[in-house]
């Protein structure tokens, strides 16, 4: 018999093994804000692993442009907070005309402890087609407050 010891909170900051896009080379990014040292790359990209952080408080989007329509089936996303109790609220839309209109996949409320739960990671499989424009929209403080957004990664398949 194998066994392993878990701690009941692992903090997930590594994509699952998966054939993800190349974001880098399919997409043009669009983002409300970032912190210079922890750039939006640091969250989209194979590779990287110190996510990205919003430059100040409030809502945050973050948009994806694919260059040519995306199939996806896979969203996994990371969100780390190790510092501050909150209730944070993320959004993912997508759009098939280039961002005229929108339709919600999800919409996430996830509460952050420092001394309980730290991380939140999603995984979700979607069958959606001619995908031209991807959104994530994070609100870090759903009770308001100085509080500023981050990512730890995004990945899509």
């Known amino acids: 018999m194998r066994k392993r010891i878990i701690t009941n909170d ?64 896979r969203i996994w996303l990371s969100f780390v907070e190790t510092e501050v109790e909150r209730t944070q609220e993320f959004v993912l839309r997508w759009s098939a005309d280039g961002g005229q209109t929108f339709q919600e996949i999800v919409r996430q409320q996830w509460n952050f402890s420092p001394l309980g739960t730290t991380s939140e990671t999603e995984d979700y499989r979607v069958d959606l087609s001619a995908v031209k424009v991807f959104e994530l929209s994070i609100i870090p403080e759903i009770n308001g407050g100085p509080l500023l957004a981050s990512l730890a990664q995004l990945r899509l398949a």
């Open 10 to 73: 692992q903090q997930h900051t590594t994509a699952p093994d998966q054939e993800w896009l190349d974001l880098e080379a399919l997409a043009e990014v669009e983002i409300t804000s970032e912190d210079a040292a922890h750039p939006i790359e640091s969250a989209l990209l194979l590779g990287q692993s110190s996510g990205w952080r919003a430059a100040g408080p409030g809502k945050q989007t973050i948009r994806l442009i694919f260059t040519h329509p995306q199939q996806l089936s």
